[in-house]
């Protein structure tokens, strides 16, 4: 009876959890809703083998998790939105994932893995976030043009991608959070055929990726 009565109540949640669909005007139950409502009958069907507390407490931790994930990326998108305005660097929302592209020339200067003091501030706010949303897994990636050697531009996108990764430490990121990864020139979003293509290649790019 207990789990019934919490697979109700979560149920209940997720259908009176509506959005207003903006083309029809017609209301709607929104996806993450949804979502956490079939977890939490799921899980609570599992945890009913057990005992009932352990049933109910299944079901309303899998019914949180799953309503859940997408809000918490919502506020975190907005928030570095916020902060990041006018500051040169891209917020990406890839499905539950956010990347944020930080372009090389306001970074560092060139060929330099130390991060310019004009761009602190910038990273400031990053961090502030990133710390304040700590249920996330960041992948820190540093991609570099085709000028020169593979073998020089793997390291220089290497430390330049830890160079970011341990300013976020200064500003309250755990480490234990981070992968941090060098790509050289293996994954360019331009043509390296022109300086503008070029240009665009040269960047660090932090994801953000809710914990599985």
């Known amino acids: 009876m207990h789990i019934l009565k919490s697979i109700t109540l979560l149920t209940l949640v997720a259908l009176t959890a509506c959005t207003t669909n903006p083309y029809t005007g017609e209301q709607q139950a929104s996806k993450a809703a949804a ?75 060139t060929d330099s893995y130390n991060l310019r003091s004009d761009f602190y501030p910038t990273l400031n706010s990053v961090g502030t976030v990133l710390a304040k949303y700590a249920d996330t897994r960041v992948l820190v990636s540093g991609h570099t043009d085709n000028t020169g050697s593979h073998k020089y531009n793997q390291t220089l996108s290497e430390r330049r991608a830890g160079s970011v990764a341990d300013y976020l430490v200064t500003v309250d990121v755990q480490r234990s959070r981070m992968l941090v990864q060098g790509m050289a020139f293996d994954q360019p979003v331009a043509d390296n055929s022109t300086s503008a293509g070029r240009a665009q290649n040269r960047r660090v790019e932090i994801d953000i990726l809710p914990q599985a």
């Open 35 to 109: 979502y956490g409502a079939g977890a939490a009958a799921v899980c609570g069907i599992i945890g009913s083998r057990d005992s009932s507390k352990h049933a109910r407490n299944a079901a309303l931790g899998c019914g949180a998790i799953g309503a859940g994930v997408g809000a918490y990326m919502d506020a975190q998108e907005r928030q570095l939105r916020d902060e990041l305005a006018g500051t040169g660097v891209q917020v990406v929302r890839e499905g539950d994932n956010i990347r944020l592209i930080m372009p090389g020339n306001i970074t560092f200067n």
